[in-house]
């Protein structure tokens, strides 16, 4: 199987769990360099032990641009250029939309969203004098859809997915991949400390109780495995025809699938009223 250089470095957002951890253990066992970052610097002892001298721990908060610079600069001033930027940093939140607070809405959006552009923003520079790399944005099936109850998660994940999609055109002449990846139900901590429940409005109980219940279930009784997750986006990454978007796991290829069918579906249903809207038309 292909594979990166050995001098390869990847720097992985939020690696203290979940996707985030498993491409960086996914690296180690490759033989590459990794710059492993977390909010929490505690937490990245244990995969900082594992390789010592091809990890570089740094304690990083995706939403204080101070540190995503400074996070930068010491991966630079360490190894001298990032090869892969994987923006994995991030958490969930389950409610309808009148349950969320603004205040927990905006920090949903803050972290998904703008911590992944800000350490994007300032990784570029390095990257496109380098002319190569690759940037992959973890998503989720709800980047592409949404379900009640995942109002605030999607919103964050969608606009990730629509600044990503104008990235990909934006610096792949500099020689920079671009991917998206849309996972469904792994075997993360996503179902369990990374997912925020808001408060409940009684109105939405037989609308969201189901999305609430269901996402309290499935903690680590999920079918995706992290680390065939990671095996797959690696092998995308070296692909010739590396996609904009990689979904992973049946049930987001399933859910993505249908989703898309109804698109196209509506779209020709309302296709001649849509086409007829231009000036002249006789429309009123």
């Known amino acids: 199987m292909k594979t990166f250089d050995n001098n390869a470095v990847w720097f ?22 990794v710059v492993a970052t977390a909010r929490r610097g505690e937490k990245l002892k244990e995969i900082g032990a594992t390789s010592p001298k091809r990890v570089l721990p740094i304690q990083m908060d995706v939403t204080n641009r101070e540190e995503v610079q400074a996070g930068i600069k010491k991966a630079m001033a360490h ?21 969320t607070p ?22 570029l520079p390095h ?9 992959v944005n973890i998503s989720s099936m709800g980047g592409n859809m949404s379900f009640g109850g995942f109002s605030a998660y999607s919103a964050s994940k969608f606009a990730l997915e629509g600044a990503s999609e104008a990235l990909a055109q934006e610096v792949a002449p500099f020689g920079i ?35 609430r219940d ?26 010739e025809n590396t996609p904009l978007r990689l979904q992973l796991g049946k049930d987001a290829v399933d859910a993505i699938k249908a ?26």
């Not at 803050?110 to 992944?116: M, S």
């Not at 990257?127 to 940037?135: H, V």
């Not at 269901?214 to 992290?226: R, Y």
């Open 214 to 239: 269901f996402a309290k279930g499935m903690h680590h009784t999920q079918d995706g495995d992290p680390k065939k997750a990671a095996e797959v986006i690696e092998s995308a990454l070296l692909s």
């Open 79 to 99: 190894w001298g250029k990032i090869d892969v930027l994987i923006n994995s940093a991030g958490y969930g939140i389950v409610g309808a939309l009148e349950e």
């Open 12 to 33: 992985i957002t939020g690696a203290s769990s979940g996707f985030g951890k498993a491409l960086a253990e996914h690296a180690l066992s490759k033989g590459y360099k």
């Open 259 to 284: 989703h898309g069918e109804q698109l196209l579906h509506d779209l020709e249903v309302w296709r001649e009223m849509a086409e007829n809207t231009a000036f002249g038309n006789g429309m009123h």
């Open 177 to 211: 991949k671009t991917m998206i990846v849309e996972p469904g139900a792994f075997r993360t901590e996503f179902a369990g400390s990374a997912l925020k429940h808001m408060p409940k409005i009684d109105a939405y109980h037989e609308i969201v109780g189901g999305t």
């Open 102 to 123: 603004e205040e927990e809405l905006r920090k949903q959006i803050e972290t998904n969203f703008f911590g992944a552009m800000a350490v994007t923003q300032e990784a």
């Open 127 to 135: 990257m496109r004098e380098a002319n190569s790399g690759a940037i």
